[in-house]
T-cell receptor, first 112, second 111 residues
Framework: ETGVTQTPRHLVMGMTNKKSLKCEQH?????MYWYKQSAKKPLELMFV???????ENNSVPSRFSPECPNSSHLFLHLHTLQPEDSALYLC???????????FGPGTRLTVL | QKEVEQDPGPLSVPEGAIVSLNCTYS??????FMWYRQYSRKGPELLMY????GNKEDGRFTAQVDKSSKYISLFIRDSQPSDSATYLC???????????FGAGTILRVKS
């Protein structure tokens, strides 16, 4: 595997379900990000982790819970989501700040 | 007012045309400017990266930044059907980890 990978690629869940999104970067980077991309809206930064510590939490509802167990892996735990949470969730990584962020292919989430 | 404004399009052009994509922004603290390309069902990939004002060229792509007008542009010469994608502008402050994105412009290049 190369670059940034995300699983699953597609996820359909009910509002009462609990699920997790997984991201893995194979680039040796020290920062990882979660973004939300909704139709016709800008990418919204959700969380930033630097050296496995959360450095940014962009006023995201508590039904989204991130976890970064090491510098290569990032999870987004989901519970009691709402239909408006349906979107493409993108993971990215970078080596430091103000440099290129490499994105994964995203997880297309549908909340019924 | 949004921090970054970008016309969503779609912009349809014939193959071989010169394409101009633009973003305006309101925050004068932005110093780093990027253009990402996103194909359908893929994540964004970085095309161009510039710091402060000026031009940068890479093959058929030219990025321009005019900080006095808070306006950035991406030009694509000799456009190809494979250039059909959504183009996202993004920018960042001098010190920070928070990229601010435009909503993206859908480009369609017809053969």
């Amino acid at each position: 595997e190369t670059g940034v990978t995300q699983t699953p690629r597609h996820l359909v869940m009910g509002m009462t379900n609990k699920k997790s999104l997984k991201c893995e970067q194979h680039l040796g980077h020290n920062a990882m990000y979660w973004y939300k991309q909704s139709a016709k809206k800008p990418l919204e930064l959700m969380f930033v982790y630097s050296l496995e510590e959360r450095v940014e939490n962009n006023s995201v509802p508590s039904r989204f819970s991130p976890e970064c167990p090491n510098s290569s892996h990032l999870f987004l735990h989901l519970h009691t989501l709402q239909p408006e949470d349906s979107a493409l969730y993108l993971c990215a990584s970078s080596q430091g700040w103000n440099v290129e962020q490499f994105f994964g292919p995203g997880t297309r989430l549908t909340v019924l | 007012q949004k921090e970054v404004e970008q016309d969503p399009g779609p912009l349809s052009v014939p193959e071989g045309a010169i394409v101009s994509l633009n973003c305006t922004y309101s925050n004068s603290a932005f110093q780093y400017f990027m253009w990402y390309r996103q194909y359908s069902r893929k994540g964004p990939e970085l095309l161009m990266y510039t710091y402060s004002s000026g031009n940068k060229e890479d093959g058929r792509f030219t990025a321009q930044v005019d900080k006095s007008s808070k306006y950035i542009s991406l030009f694509i010469r000799d456009s190809q059907p494979s250039d059909s994608a959504t183009y996202l502008c993004a920018m960042n402050r001098e010190y920070g980890n928070k990229l601010v994105f435009g909503a993206g412009t859908i480009l369609r290049v017809k053969s």
